[in-house]
């Protein structure tokens, strides 16, 4: 290692094969040369600013995307190096090596990854003051007295914070959420809304997804039950007033969470499936979810036993549950959503991903907390990912005795298969479409489907050369590779910086929000003391 004044640092003579530095009169003209590099050209400048198609996802409007690697995520339409995309409306008209579509607007895609948008299958946006309050924190305090048990998030987020917000937080909290994921590519999401202590902030949650201008899955769940609250039988003002067309970019899913009351419960569940709205509840080893999880499993949930497992199910976690119940669920369809970097940090369990094989069962990504982790798509495909492949890797490892020659064992029958970087692309687009019941308008580059389309930058430092699309997808690329970002044909971000949002205004509204927050719960505010 080098000091820090340079003394132990190797020294050569001059010969370029060291790398050392020219002598001052040639570094001149390195310098020189070096300049010429750095230096944008004219047109690449000029490329940048380039406008958007105008008016894009009105009905008339066309524009083509073109020259683009399309990753698809449809085995029916294929992969393709290079292709273009026709945008008609709202919707995809075609994908083809070559389109010709005279008096159609263009979108440059030489260099670009062009994608479905991600889908995030669990989010609680109302909490996005928060973030990194809980760097360190658990889901529960475990009574260790360490800097992990205290703050922890039942305590502080649920029981203190949360009763604290006032419907503008929750619009604020909500909205810049839901802005941030769309600068990342995350075109759909389930808000997992557990802040309805009024129809007031009902309301605020709703109007805040239709502000932000993407596909949400508006995530009906409990508030604080004061006096006023009208969960769960609001569900069918709240269907009529802003749900009562399918023709939208938000719609609606029912909170059923079991650790309710179990009439509260047997409610929700019922005006789901008078509603006709998919039902999604937590379930969770450690928080005495799994004797209630396997009375549904059975169909003796609930008061009556009228409420079990089907189709229009949606379950978060699955931590810790029992071999009955995964087996019902597999029977009966039931959706996973996994939230592989939460579920490791805040000791939820481990990520059931080997159990979900072993059933054939396939999950969608969700990023649960941003008060803990960050709620990017890259991050949670590479945490799924990487965890799978740790604990398979291990298992072959172990399989051998770690001497020569079996050092090196070949994967003994019956043991996992290792997940590949296409999977995770599956769980994060597809299979997440699926389970919000919205696989027949996004989570695929499909004709018909709608534009739900993301640009990736491969030309950028992190990603070129292009060796491999899924490849560089996963496991090179981060927010800032996400150029163009596309919902239902209308282009919200363009070249880096998203379209119709004053950044600057509504940080300092958040900064409000959590400023109210704190005060008004009387934690203090310390950019050092929770972590």
């Not at 999950?363 to 495909?381: G, Q, R």
């Amino acid at each position: 290692m080098s000091s820090q004044h340079g003394e132990d640092r190797p020294q050569h003579d001059a010969d370029p094969q060291h790398g050392r530095h020219d002598s001052p009169k040639t570094s001149t003209a390195a310098a020189a040369t070096g300049a010429s590099l750095l230096t944008a050209s004219p047109a690449t400048a000029q490329d940048r600013g380039q406008a958007p198609p105008s008016d894009s996802g009105g009905r008339e409007r066309r524009y083509v995307i073109r020259g683009g690697a399309v990753m698809t995520m449809d085995p029916n339409v294929g992969d393709f190096e290079v292709a273009d995309v026709l945008v008609e409306g709202k919707k995809i008209g075609a994908i083809l090596p070559r389109i010709h579509a005279p008096g159609a607007d263009e979108i440059d895609a030489r260099g670009r990854i062009v994608v479905p948008g991600f889908v995030d299958t669990h989010h609680h946006q109302f909490e996005t003051a928060l973030r990194a309050f809980l760097a360190n924190g658990l889901l529960i305090n475990d009574g260790s007295g360490s800097p992990n048990a205290d703050p922890s998030y039942i305590e502080y987020v649920l029981q203190r914070f949360a009763r604290a917000y006032r419907p503008q937080d929750v619009h604020i909290n909500t909205l810049f959420a839901g802005l941030s994921q769309l600068d990342a590519g995350v075109t759909t999401v389930h808000d997992v809304s557990q802040i309805h202590h009024s129809p007031d902030h009902t309301d605020a949650a709703v109007q805040a997804l239709v502000d932000t201008g993407r596909r949400s899955a508006f995530g009906y769940f409990e508030g604080d039950g004061r006096a006023g609250a009208r969960y769960p039988q609001d569900a069918h003002r709240i269907r009529n007033q802003w749900f009562s067309s399918d023709d939208q970019l938000v719609s609606m899913i029912m909170g059923g969470e079991i650790h309710q009351p179990e009439d509260v419960y047997t409610r929700s569940w019922g005006i789901a499936r008078e509603l006709d709205l998919p039902i999604a509840a937590h379930a969770v080893s450690g928080a005495g979810h799994r004797p209630i999880i396997d009375d549904l499993a059975r169909g003796t949930g609930g008061i009556g036993n009228d409420i079990g497992f089907g189709p229009d199910v949606l379950l978060i976690h699955m931590t810790g549950m029992s071999d009955l119940a995964w087996q019902r669920a597999r029977d009966a369809g039931v959706n996973v959503s996994l939230a592989f970097p939460i579920e490791m940090h805040m000791r939820h369990g481990v990520p059931p991903i080997l159990k979900m094989q072993e059933l054939g069962m396939e999950p969608s990504l969700s990023s649960d907390v941003e008060t803990t982790m960050a709620a990017d798509p890259f991050t949670l495909m590479r945490s799924a990912l990487t965890m799978q492949r740790m604990v398979v890797n291990q298992m072959v490892l172990e399989q051998g005795d770690f001497t020569p020659p079996d050092e090196w064992p070949t994967p003994a029958p019956g043991t996992p298969s290792l997940l590949t970087v296409r999977d995770v692309l599956r769980y994060a687009t597809v299979n997440g479409a699926k389970h919000l019941r919205l696989d027949r308008k996004a989570g695929s580059l499909t004709p018909g489907k709608e534009a739900d389309i993301v640009l990736l930058d491969a030309t950028a430092l992190n990603v070129a050369p292009l060796n491999s699309v899924p490849g560089a997808v996963v496991t090179l690329m981060d927010r800032t590779n996400v150029e163009t970002v596309i919902v239902a044909g209308k282009i919200r971000k363009w070249k880096g910086r998203l379209i119709d949002a004053d950044l600057d205004r509504l940080r300092h509204e958040l900064e409000a929000s959590r400023d109210h927050l704190f005060r008004t719960v009387g934690i203090r505010q310390d950019l050092y003391a929770y972590s």
